[in-house]
């Protein structure tokens, strides 16, 4: 629950647990915003849905709908008009999902996409902005900050938060003429450890309050989200919407994702960081990308991710 008007410096964050909501879940098993790891293997992101389900997931949070937007075949097809992999059947699956998410924003429900890679964003987005004003809270071990001139591999999982924000072709950037989907004003990018100079400079020359691992460690998980729920108090949002890269946590507890780097959040912080922005009142859902199931063949890393997931939901 949040404290509305709380003077500054006053905590805004209460123990309890009627911030919880009916829980609704859409599967978006899409894969066609990464390149292919390798010349025989496509990513394997699209086998999340059903691999968190058969690791307890849904055991765990008993979602009161499932619901799932099938994707088309993988496919590393360039299309010439934006200079991106996947470009058509990307915008008609950010129809597809924005459609299946439209009709939960606002009700007493928690919206979870279960992803898929990092390109969903665009139709959590795109949904969003069907219904007013959000913020966006992004989780990423990543600042996906980068327009198409800047992009080795092409590939929109490593744009989405450019593109989310308008910055890109705008094939992508307005579909339906929505764009910008969300406001650089109304963006925390959180946890990025990449710190390739040129790479990070094109996020800090933007809008969009920034973060990286060595900044959370400095200030604290807890002062970035009492920051960020004032921002959405500030500017008169209607709520907000939680992005989670697994790829934010260390490489050691989650090894299985496309690009991994040293060091990464605990377990501690991440939860830390979901409990706080859930329990405020404002986040109206969250999507989840990018653990490939074929880099965990046993399940240990999925098993540890769907144990705090349960935490998180049930603090």
Known sequence: MILTGAAAGESIFLTSSAHMKNLVIINAPFNLGLKQLGSDRPPGVQKLPAWLQQHGLHEALHPKHISTIEAPAYSMKLDPVSGVLNADEIVDYTRKLSAAIQPVIGKNDFVLVVGGDCSIL????????????YALFFLDGHTD????????????????LAIVTGNGHEKLTAVDGLGPYCKEEDVYAVGNRCYDASYVQLI?????????????????????????????????????????????????????????????LTYDELKTILTLLISSGFVRGMDITIL??????DGQYTRQFVGMLSDVFHH
């Open 122 to 133: 665009l139709g959590c987005a795109h949904a969003l902005k069907t219904s007013g004003r």
């Open 145 to 160: 900050y980068v327009t198409t001139n800047f992009s080795a591999t092409k590939a929109v999982a490593g744009m989405d």
């Open 204 to 264: 800090k020359n933007s809008g969009i309050d920034y973060y990286d691992l060595g900044t959370i460690r400095k200030v604290g998980p807890e002062a970035i989200v009492k920051k960020f729920i004032h921002s959405i108090q500030q500017n008169e949002c209607e709520g907000c919407w939680i992005h989670l890269d697994v790829d934010v946590l260390d490489n050691g507890l989650m090894p299985c994702v496309d690009s991994p780097q040293p060091g990464g």
């Open 292 to 297: 490939d199931p074929d880099l965990d063949p």
